[in-house]
């Protein structure tokens, strides 16, 4: 493979320490199912900043990163199709044969997986994360061709907050005529977009932070404090914000036999003081979400398709990948639901 751009890569040792920019090698050849992309735009996630912090350990040193588009330049067996194209992927791969894959319909809990973004940098190519020019795809990975007329930094992030998301909103109490949804960041406003769409009729989006209540009618929801919901008002709530303390004020917006939904507490200063009693009496519903399955990653691409609300507004303008340390300090502060790196050369 003639790449003639220099491979690389923005490498994470320890949570305190600054990214350092690495050379990488590419491989000489790409096995059957595997391909070979270079990276267009990459967005900062929540768990990405967990782990930057501490909060969150993954193996190190390592290329953070799992939300992205980029160009298909090489494309092992079976995958030739591919190439040239523009594309968004699945943010882990799956064996497709063992249980998860083949009986629960839950491939993202697959025997085998494998995580974009949480990998150590010794394993194989070491190119298993976003923040860098290239990315190693691997068999089991789903890929999704990004229409013309959805910038790469509102892809990028579809494959995994609106993905998820899609995953959450999936299937809906009834009736479901009120949601309530904690917290204003990506999720919650992928997932407010997503209920509207769905015909939920009010979806209420609570959050502490003014800044971001004020995106939240833009995409179709009422924008409120906790304490200005109703008790016992809403058919859904769903977790987005990650805080667990939170989980005793969605208790009270549920109406009886409603259902509340967990997705943001994907750490570990995550427990609940709840008792099991105000989840028997409330005959409440209780669901965790992790991540998406492939059919969850093509609808959200096509939601952006067809989608005509300002997801660009939520994306920063887009820093160069050796400022990496600068756009986590910046996604700190909230300003944006997202920002944006670009891997094109500085």
Not at 39 to 48: K, P, Q, R, Y
Not at 102 to 109: C, S
Not at 259 to 265: S, T
Request: proline letters at 5%; a neutral charge.
């Amino acid at each position: 493979m003639a790449i003639k751009m220099n491979p690389r890569a923005a490498i994470f040792d320890r949570a305190g320490s600054p990214f350092r920019i690495a050379k990488m090698a590419l491989p000489s050849s790409l096995n059957e199912g595997e391909v070979l992309v270079e990276v267009l735009i990459a967005t900062i996630c929540g768990s990405d900043q967990h782990t930057h912090s501490g909060k969150r350990l993954e193996p190190t040193p390592c290329v953070l990163g799992h939300e992205g588009v980029g160009r298909v330049i090489a494309a092992g067996v079976g995958r030739e199709d591919w190439m040239a194209k523009r594309v968004t992927w699945s943010s882990a791969a799956s064996c497709g044969t063992c249980a998860a894959c083949t009986k629960w319909n839950l491939p993202q809990k697959c025997e085998h997986v494998f995580k974009y973004g949480h990998v150590s940098l010794q394993e194989a190519s070491g190119l298993h994360g976003t923040y860098a020019t290239h990315i190693l795809l691997r068999a089991g990975t789903h890929l999704v061709e990004v229409p013309e007329g959805i910038a790469d930094a509102v892809a990028a992030s579809a494959n995994c907050s609106l993905a998820t998301m899609v995953n959450v909103t999936e299937q809906l109490p009834a009736p479901c005529d009120v949601a309530v949804i904690q917290g204003a960041g990506l999720l919650g406003l992928h997932g407010c977009a997503l209920l509207r769409a769905a015909g939920v009729g009010r979806v209420i989006v609570v959050d502490t932070d003014e800044a971001r209540l004020g995106r939240v009618a833009d995409f179709g929801g009422e924008p409120r404090h906790s304490g200005d919901v109703h008790p016992q008002s809403a058919d859904l709530v769903i977790e987005t914000a990650g805080v667990p303390d939170i989980v005793s004020e969605g208790l009270r917006m549920l109406r009886p036999g409603g259902h509340y939904l967990f997705v943001g507490m994907v750490h570990p200063d995550s427990a609940l003081n709840i008792t099991g009693e105000a989840i028997i009496r409330g005959c409440v519903s209780l669901r965790g979400f992790h991540n998406y399955a492939p059919r969850h990653l093509d609808l959200a691409v096509a939601f952006l398709r067809e989608s005509s609300l300002p997801w660009l507004s939520l994306v920063s303008p887009p820093l160069p990948l050796e400022r990496l340390d600068e756009g986590f300090a910046l996604a700190a502060t909230r300003r944006w639901a997202r920002v944006a790196v670009s891997m094109r050369q500085s």
